[in-house]
């Protein structure tokens, strides 16, 4: 239903920044979820940050205070700010967009955040 593509990664230091992008193909306005998954090697996908059409936002609470998830609708485009980092954090980070009854379940090829010195 969408095609998204993620952009922002790379290799930061630890207590660095980077902010993600993911491009969607159309208008985001009236997609359900939004959300930012990761997954590190050797480990499950685990959802990061996600908001909803109305607003409401959902943290992991590893991330809670470092990282915000926001949309500009205009662009088509939703964000996740990411701010003091650590070395955990480093994974594959991918962007999904999911309708109110799964009728949807879009995801994109994934940017690589590494957290070293």
């Known amino acids: 239903q969408v095609q998204l593509v993620e952009s922002g990664g790379g290799l930061v230091q630890p207590g660095g920044s980077l902010r993600l992008s993911c491009a969607a193909s159309r208008s985001i306005s009236s997609i359900y979820v939004m959300g930012w998954h990761r997954q590190a090697p050797g480990k499950q996908r685990e959802l990061v940050a996600a908001v909803t059409t109305g607003g409401s936002t959902n943290y992991l609470d590893s991330v809670k205070g470092r990282f915000t998830i926001s949309r500009d609708n205009a662009k088509n485009t939703v964000f996740l700010q990411m701010n003091s980092l650590k070395p955990e954090d480093t994974a594959v980070y991918y962007c999904?967009?999911?309708?109110?009854?799964?009728?949807?379940?879009?995801w994109g090829q994934g940017t690589q955040v590494t957290v070293s010195s």
């Open positions: 999904n967009a999911r309708g109110v009854m799964n009728e949807y379940d879009s």
